[in-house]
Every structure is written in structure tokens, then in C-alpha cells.
């Protein structure tokens, strides 16, 4: 891939990174969660987000929803880098483009190459 | 920073982009972190991994926990506990005041001063009544090195008293009976670095997923490097941990001890044993005589496979292949905890662990090694070696060792014969000796409890809620629980981010956590607690760490401990706190000098520095021939030899019965904390696991008409609990499973279990009981996050 392209790209998922950074302020939880865990509802209403993280490394982990999420009261739609930085806090500070949020380039809940296939 | 071409590229390509839309890049990115004051080094306050954290400091308050990526136990890696810990720390319910309980039952806010008072004029009433043994202590795995040391010296040195225990008696004795029968020293010979290095783990009776999260996050990573590395998992149920096996190999509650054999028997079979390695470090032995392999095939000859699949429910071939895996893979790792300490045949499972290692060479080696996963975060640094239990001393030898306790009380500054040689009561024991004034029958009258809940975390609690009642009792706490509902005195006490100091993990590794604020109101640390009980009761000069300066008393007590135990094959005499301070991942010991890296691995030649250690080898009349590349050197016939033990089959002591047709079986989950009292104050956690609740196989409840959400009454012999029914495939038909966190007394699981110890380490059965089910109704919503916020509530 030429540079140029690359640059393009990654311009592009900067400014997708501001744009969601920008939404995402002050997210709220849109249902009144009651007394439910976050699993009892999104294995089915987001199934395949659901499904993406149970076989991710975070799946595997035990990094269940709450962690990065919130609870309802600090519910966050996409984590701040401080609670990435609980595990991750060489990648925090290596990062170079510490303005944008963690969760701009690892896309949703995929994260990283882990796959629950790679284990059969 | 080294930097290859490759990531060079993709940082100037990040650099250009980022200029593009407007964002300069700070050289160092911990802007973008949590905003805190500073980070300050420690430990996690939870399970035995040891996981080392950095803990966030904004405006004099913890805001914020990070893993350190230069630790050797996580690599900067957290659970949710770990993480999130900080949010307890400032809970409405955090303990603020010593108090006093009145004659109208509730309590009363007193001075530190006038509580210490009443507490110490009350010892002293009770030791001049019913004898020095009449005031018990019971600690935990969970204090700091400093303060079970100082409760130790206090009650043996002090008191003269060895009513001395601590709740790793109800985890880990048997893990410290397996590793001293079998090698004659306590504690593992290897390290977590040996997954890293191993072709075949051995899980059994581990969750590991959910127990020890980030010792499985290391397993997997090495699973997913190393897809040809074989993950075997041993367990009545198909946990998360099994997600990555390549093998399940179910078993009944208590009955694996035949699988263990069973899997000695095929490695014969095939001529898969060490036999070079098995005649120059292991002997064959019953306990009494030794015998030869002829002999250990011939005991061995009835445990064929498809026998103990009829005794055991785990199929013959998964044996073979476990087997055939373990044995021939190179390097092989076995990983337990509760699964094989919490039964009445403990010790007997430790040992049959060792023999298969023992038997295969696999061990001493990187990569091999029989790993006992310590439940608690400082049961092996504070219980374990500062000797914090009724039978032991300083350096994890016994009490009744006369020249070891000569030594104690040379170090301890106390007339020869001070100390006690008879051992105290074990934890069981002692809660069924305790009891009030009136009652001829229960010689302890007293007991002071410190970073424990055993009034939710014994077993058969209905046989020992009345002893703790009418005993005068005193708890350190940070929260009301179900044992200051029992208590007398309430002392507020610090939590580890206030008042720092040591703690050692399972893989002998001792962090220090600095002092990070100030406690909360007037709690106070557990040490101070200890020192001025001492103090008051005029034995300041035993205990004189009691000024106000918490991390300059801490210090003299490591000292003092480092020092009396620097000839033991534990010595941790390199371990200074100036050293724990500047280290960023702690020390292994033995670590007997200050320029010593801490060991990696014990008994090996060159890794081991007890080999060299003159001081060590005088004290304990060790020598050790130059010709032998690994030497067990506590092996008390002097041959360096560890015991392959002839362990006969033996059950759980409770199995199911016309009556009680299932096994109970119980445990943790990867959020909640033992009885739940942190933990469920953390809203994140208590969203995730609100309450207790029933794992039961479908085809046991389709027989009994039960279906998700049902509430079932679970009945043993000895108590009940009502819970809601979770229907799952993950337990084989016939076993049922509650976790064990939630303080909500319907479902307090503990009234269930078993009480009945094993007979070496006086370990209780926790995990087999048999039980009997009713459906009580249909589902109710249970979600209550239940915790106990009222300290003047009844029990």
C-alpha cells in the first residue's frame, strides 16, 4: 500500500475517532437497566456485538461489559483511554496519538486477532 | 526506545495523519490516562496471582488502579477486581469508628483509647480467669506480612499462647501438606514462568478462568502461540476454564484421586516413566516403609482405566490420553487450588499430583512443575511463612520443634521456654472450642478477628454462630459483616491502599504496597491495632512498632521478620523494604543477600542459592553431595530425596444417598470476592453477580420441574439455603453448584457444607456435601445486590 493511502486511512480513522469521541461524551444508557446484567439483555439484542466479544480475548479474559462499560449511572457507549490504561498502560504510553480514544482504531469488540477458532 | 523500520513507518504515518487534523503528540502519552497526582506502586488486594498494580492518587483519594507492565506475575494485565478495587475504598458503609456493643445490643462510638482499654482489660480478665489459651486469634490470608507477624509474636511470644490460626487453614493447609510430606519444604518449586516454557498444562480442581483470570490469561496466550501445547482441565464441571482445553476430564466431587492413579498406571504401562530420575530423587513410600517400583505397579494394578470410569464418571480414553499428553510431552504443568485442598482427602490429592511428576521427571525443569494456585493474595507470605497458625513459627517450622523454638525465642529476646511447644487448635476446632464464660465446655472465651468473615465463610455455619455470640469477640474489619454482627468490639481498620506493607504470593514473591493515603475517619492499620493491644497489655518492648509513622512500623517489623528467618530455606534476608521499594516486580525467595536476583526455580543446582548458603546448611545439619543436578534438601532422612507416596483410594466423606441423591459442590466467580463484603459495594461487580445461585443440569431439572429462575430449597444434613435455578449443561448430571459470595442469609451457602477436616491438615471438606433439592416456587427476582450496610443489624 502506498504511503499516501495510508495516510488517507489513517486520517480517516482520526477524524472518525474525533467524531465519535465528540458523540460519545456524556453517553447514556438508553433502557433503565433494572437489576439485569448487561448480558442477560445484549446477548439478544446485539447479538453479534455480543457474540464478537465472547470470542475475544476480553471474552476469554472475563473482561465482561461492566468493565469498560460501565455501570448504568457511569455508563459509557465507548471507554475512555483511563480505563484501557487499566491493563494496557504500556500501549497508553506508547500511544502517539493519545487524543484519540483506544476504541477509534480497536474497532468495536473484535479487538484483537484472538478468535475462539484458533484454540480447536 | 528501539524502533524497527516497520513500526518507524507506521509512527511517522500516525505523526502526519495526526498533524493533519490538528493534534500535537506529546512525547509521553500518560496524558491521555487517568488524571491523577501521582501512581503509586503495589499490589492487588485480591486473589493469590499476585498481581502487581499502580494506584492512582488525586487530591489525598485513590481514584483510579493500573497494572504494572514490568510485573513478572501479570505484565500489566488486571481482572475486574483488581481494577475497580478502588471503588470500595470510599463507600458510605466503610467502618469509621471503634465501637462498643451496650447492653441494648447496639454499639456505641468510643475512643481508639477507651476500645483498646476494654479490649485489653477483657484479655487480661479472661488470661488471668481460663488460662492463657483462653483468647484466640484468628487472621487471614488477606493481612499484611507485618500484621500477622505481630499478632503472631503477640499471641506466642507475648501471651504464650498457640491459639494462633487463620483462614488459609480453610484453603491452602493442604496444599502445604502435599508440598511438605511430599518435598519437606512448603510452597512450589516453580514458578508462573514455567507456563511459558511448558508443552502440557494440567488443570484440576481449578477454575482457573475465573479464580486466578490472570494466571489464565498467561495460559492462553501460550495456547494461542503454541497451539500444539495440550490444555487438559480435570473437573465435576465444564467451567469457562475448558474453553480452552483440548481435554475434559470429568470426575465426581472427591473422586480423582483414582484418575490420578489410574494415569500412574498407564504411564507404566507404557514405559512413559523417568525411571533415572525416579531412583536418584524420589523414594517409594507409604510413610512407614519404602518399596520398589515392582511394589508402586503392584498397588497401582487395579486402577485400570475403565475401572475408575465406573467409580470415577471420567471415560477411560480421556485417562489414556491425559496421560499420554502429561507424560510424554516434555514439559509438563499441573495447576490446582481449592478443587483438591477444600476435601477431607487434601493432602492425599497434593501427593498423587506430585507422584505424577515425580514419576515422569517432570520437575526441576523449566516448563515442569506440580503448582499449587494459593487462593488469597498473602496466605503463603503472611500465614504460610511467618509461621501464622496454631502448629507453626517464624520460617514455616513447628512449633513443637525445640531447637527451632529455642532459636524464636533467642531472636524474640524471651526466656528459654516461653514458648508453648503444643501446638494450638486448628481453625474447626477452635470455632467449636469457643464459646462464653457460662459454658464449662468451650475453653476459648475470647477471640480477635482480623481481615476475616468466618461468621459467612465456615462451613456448617449453624454449629459455630452461637460460639462466636456468647465468646467476647473482637473484629477488624472495613465493613459491617455477618461477624460484626457476632462481635463485641468493632475496630475500623485500614484498607491496604492506607497503610502499605507486604504481600507474598504463590509464587513465593514478596511486593511491597507503599502507604498510598490516609484511612478513612478513624480507621486505623491492623499492625498499629496489634502494637497497641501490646502496649496495653505492657508489652510494648515485644511489639515496639507502635508510633504513628505506619510505613516506618511496618518497616521494623519486616526487618525484624527478614532477620529471624534469614537460615530458612524461605529466607527472604535480600528482601529489604529499601529493595521491595526500588524492585519493580518484588522478589522471589530464597533470596539471601541483597545483590541475590531471587529464584526462579528451587532444588536445581544453580538456580537454587541454597545450595551455597552456609548459614543455612549449620542451622539445619543440611549437606549436599556435589554430583546431584537437583537435591531435595528438607527431606527429613537427609538423602534429598522427595516421597512418592502409596496413597490408598480413598471418597468424599459425604456421598449422595438415596436421601441426598446430589453432590453439592461450590466456589467463586471471576467478580465477587469471597463472602462478597468488598466487592458487592462495587456497582459494576454487583450488576454482574447480584447474588448466590444453583447451576443445575437439565436432566436433573426437568425431573424435578425446574426451570430457569425457580426458587429450589438445597438441603444437607446439616443446613439449607434457597436459591434461584440457574439450568445449565456446564455441571454433569447429579452435581450441583452455588457460588459462594452472597451475604443474603437464605442463601448463605455455608449452613450447607461440610465441616469434616482431612486428617493431616485439618482442612474442611467446602467443596462435597450431599444435598437433597425442593422446588419452593416459581422465579423471584433475587437481584438484590444484598449486603449488610447497618452495623447495630442482628444476624
Redesign the interface.
Known amino acids: 500500500m502506498k504511503?499516501s493511502k495510508?495516510?488517507f486511512i489513517?486520517?480517516f480513522?482520526?477524524?472518525i475517532g474525533?467524531i465519535s469521541f465528540a458523540a460519545f461524551a456524556g453517553s447514556k444508557h438508553p433502557e433503565d437497566?433494572g437489576?439485569?446484567?448487561?448480558a442477560e439483555c445484549h446477548a439478544d439484542v446485539t447479538p453479534d456485538v455480543f457474540k464478537q466479544w465472547e470470542e475475544s480475548?476480553h471474552g476469554?479474559?472475563?473482561?465482561?461489559c461492566?468493565?469498560c462499560h460501565?455501570?448504568?449511572?457511569?455508563f459509557v457507549k465507548s471507554p475512555e483511554?483511563?480505563t484501557c490504561?487499566?491493563?494496557?498502560?504500556?500501549q497508553?504510553?506508547?500511544?502517539?496519538?493519545?487524543?484519540?480514544r483506544c476504541a477509534s482504531c480497536h474497532i468495536t469488540h473484535n479487538f484483537t486477532v484472538?478468535k475462539?477458532h484458533?484454540?480447536k | 526506545m528501539s524502533i524497527s523500520r516497520r513500526n518507524f513507518?507506521k509512527?511517522s504515518?500516525?505523526?502526519?495523519?495526526?498533524a493533519?487534523?490538528g493534534?500535537s503528540?506529546?512525547k509521553?502519552?500518560?496524558?491521555?490516562?487517568?488524571?491523577v497526582d501521582k501512581w503509586v506502586k503495589g499490589a492487588c488486594r485480591f486473589c493469590g496471582t499476585g498481581c502487581c498494580v499502580?494506584i492512582g492518587v488525586k487530591e489525598g483519594k485513590v481514584i483510579?488502579?493500573?497494572?504494572?507492565?514490568e510485573a513478572k506475575t501479570n505484565f500489566?494485565?488486571?481482572?475486574?477486581k483488581g481494577?475497580?478495587a478502588y471503588k470500595c475504598m470510599y463507600h458510605p458503609d466503610r467502618l469509621k469508628d471503634t465501637m462498643i456493643r451496650q447492653k441494648d445490643g447496639t454499639f456505641q462510638k468510643v475512643s481508639w483509647d477507651k476500645a483498646l482499654k476494654h479490649v485489653t482489660d477483657k484479655f487480661k480478665s479472661l488470661h488471668s480467669k481460663y488460662g492463657k489459651d483462653a483468647v484466640a486469634y484468628y487472621g487471614s490470608g488477606q493481612a499484611m506480612t507485618e500484621e500477622s507477624y505481630t499478632f503472631n509474636k503477640l499471641f506466642k511470644g507475648g501471651f504464650r499462647s498457640n491459639m494462633v490460626e487463620g483462614n488459609p487453614r480453610l484453603c491452602m493447609a493442604s496444599a502445604v501438606g502435599g508440598y511438605i510430606s511430599t518435598f519437606g519444604s512448603d510452597e512450589p518449586v516453580g514458578s508462573y514462568a514455567d507456563i511459558e516454557y511448558s508443552k502440557c498444562i494440567f488443570l484440576v480442581g481449578s477454575n482457573t478462568?475465573?479464580c486466578h483470570?490472570?494466571i489464565?490469561?498467561r495460559i492462553?496466550r501460550h495456547?494461542?502461540k503454541n497451539?500444539d501445547v495440550k490444555i487438559i482441565v480435570c473437573e465435576p464441571r465444564k467451567t469457562?476454564t475448558a474453553?480452552?482445553a483440548d481435554l475434559w476430564l470429568p470426575v465426581d466431587p472427591g473422586t480423582d484421586l483414582a484418575v490420578f492413579h489410574s494415569m500412574a498406571k498407564v504411564i507404566f504401562d507404557n514405559n512413559w516413566h523417568d525411571e533415572k530420575f525416579m531412583n536418584e530423587n524420589a523414594r517409594i513410600t507409604n510413610g512407614k516403609e519404602t518399596f520398589d517400583l515392582a511394589a508402586y505397579k503392584e498397588f497401582l494394578k487395579d486402577f485400570t482405566p475403565e475401572k475408575v470410569e465406573k467409580l470415577t464418571r471420567c471415560p477411560a480414553e480421556n485417562i489414556r490420553k491425559a496421560a499420554e499428553w502429561f507424560a510424554t510431552s516434555g514439559a509438563s504443568m499441573s495447576l490446582w487450588t481449592m478443587g483438591l485442598n477444600q476435601r477431607t482427602k487434601g493432602v492425599w490429592a497434593n501427593n498423587l499430583m506430585h507422584n505424577l511428576h515425580l514419576i515422569t521427571g517432570n520437575i526441576c525443569k523449566p516448563g515442569a512443575d506440580p503448582f499449587s494456585l494459593t487462593g488469597q493474595p498473602n496466605a503463603c507470605g503472611g500465614v504460610r511463612e511467618t509461621g501464622t497458625l496454631c502448629h507453626l513459627l517464624p520460617g514455616t517450622k513447628p512449633v513443637a520443634n525445640s531447637k527451632w523454638r529455642a532459636h524464636i525465642e533467642k531472636e524474640w529476646e524471651l526466656a528459654s521456654g516461653t514458648i508453648d511447644p503444643k501446638p494450638g487448635f486448628h481453625t474447626m476446632k477452635m470455632f467449636d472450642s469457643l464459646g462464653g464464660e457460662e459454658s464449662a465446655d468451650k475453653p476459648i472465651k475470647g477471640m480477635i478477628t482480623c481481615t476475616t468473615n468466618p461468621a459467612q465463610s465456615l462451613p456448617n455455619l449453624n454449629k459455630y454462630i452461637k460460639g462466636m455470640q456468647d465468646s467476647f469477640l473482637v473484629v477488624i474489619d472495613i465493613f459491617p459483616t455477618r461477624t460484626t454482627q457476632l462481635a463485641d468490639v468493632v475496630l475500623p481498620a485500614a484498607f491496604i491502599y492506607e497503610k502499605g506493607g507486604v504481600y507474598g504470593c504463590s509464587e513465593r514473591r514478596s511486593q511491597l504496597t507503599e502507604k498510598c493515603v490516609e484511612p478513612v475517619g478513624n480507621a486505623k492499620p491492623d499492625a498499629w491495632i496489634a502494637a497497641q493491644i501490646a502496649k496495653y497489655m505492657g508489652l510494648e518492648k515485644l511489639i515496639p512498632w507502635n508510633s504513628d509513622d505506619q510505613m516506618k512500623n511496618n518497616e521494623m517489623a519486616w526487618a525484624e521478620y527478614i532477620r529471624v528467618t534469614k537460615d530458612t530455606d524461605h529466607t527472604l534476608e535480600g528482601a529489604t523494604y529499601d529493595r521491595l521499594k526500588r524492585e519493580p516486580a518484588g522478589l522471589q525467595w530464597p533470596c539471601p543477600s541483597t545483590d541475590h536476583p531471587g529464584t526462579y526455580k528451587r532444588y536445581v543446582r544453580g538456580m537454587d542459592p541454597m545450595f551455597e548458603h552456609a548459614g543455612f546448611k549449620a542451622k539445619f545439619g543440611v549437606t549436599m553431595p556435589t554430583d546431584r543436578a537437583s537435591y531435595f534438601y528438607m527431606d527429613k532422612k537427609g538423602e534429598g530425596k522427595a516421597n512418592i507416596w502409596l496413597r490408598p483410594y480413598a471418597g468424599p466423606a459425604e456421598a449422595p444417598s438415596a436421601e441426598y441423591p446430589f453432590y453439592l459442590t461450590t466456589g467463586r466467580v471471576?467478580?465477587q470476592w469471597h463472602t462478597g463484603t468488598m466487592t458487592m459495594r462495587i456497582?459494576?461487580?454487583a450488576?454482574?453477580?447480584?447474588n448466590g445461585y444453583l447451576e443445575i443440569h437439565p436432566d436433573d431439572a426437568k425431573k424435578y420441574g425446574i426451570v430457569a429462575g425457580d426458587m429450589v430449597e438445597v438441603t444437607s444434613i446439616r443446613g439449607k439455603s434457597v436459591l434461584p435455578a440457574v439450568v445449565t449443561k456446564a455441571s454433569l448430571p447429579g452435581i450441583l453448584f452455588v457460588p459462594m459470595h452472597d451475604q443474603q442469609m437464605d442463601r448463605m451457602i455455608n449452613f450447607v457444607c461440610n465441616d469434616a477436616v482431612d486428617p493431616g491438615s485439618k482442612e474442611p471438606e467446602f467443596k462435597i456435601a450431599a444435598v437433597q433439592i425442593k422446588k419452593i416456587s416459581g422465579p423471584v427476582?433475587v437481584?438484590?445486590?444484598y449486603i449488610i450496610s447497618d452495623i447495630n443489624s442482628s444476624f
Do not use: W
Not at chain 2, 76 to 80: M, N, R, S, Y
Open positions: 504511503t495510508k495516510i489513517m486520517v480513522i482520526l477524524a474525533a437497566m437489576s439485569k446484567d448487561c480475548a476469554f479474559t472475563g473482561v465482561k461492566q468493565v460501565g455501570d448504568e449511572v457511569n483511554n483511563a490504561e487499566g491493563c494496557h498502560a504500556k497508553i504510553d506508547n500511544n502517539q496519538v493519545p487524543q484519540a484472538h475462539v484458533q484454540y | 513507518l509512527v504515518v500516525a505523526t502526519a495523519a495526526a493533519s487534523v493534534i503528540l506529546p509521553k502519552a500518560e496524558a491521555a490516562g487517568a488524571d499502580y483510579a488502579i493500573k497494572g504494572n507492565p500489566g494485565f488486571l481482572c475486574v481494577f475497580l478462568s475465573e483470570p490472570i489464565f490469561r492462553m495456547k494461542l497451539p469457562s474453553k480452552i471471576i467478580e456497582p459494576e461487580i450488576r454482574a453477580h447480584p427476582n437481584a438484590d445486590k
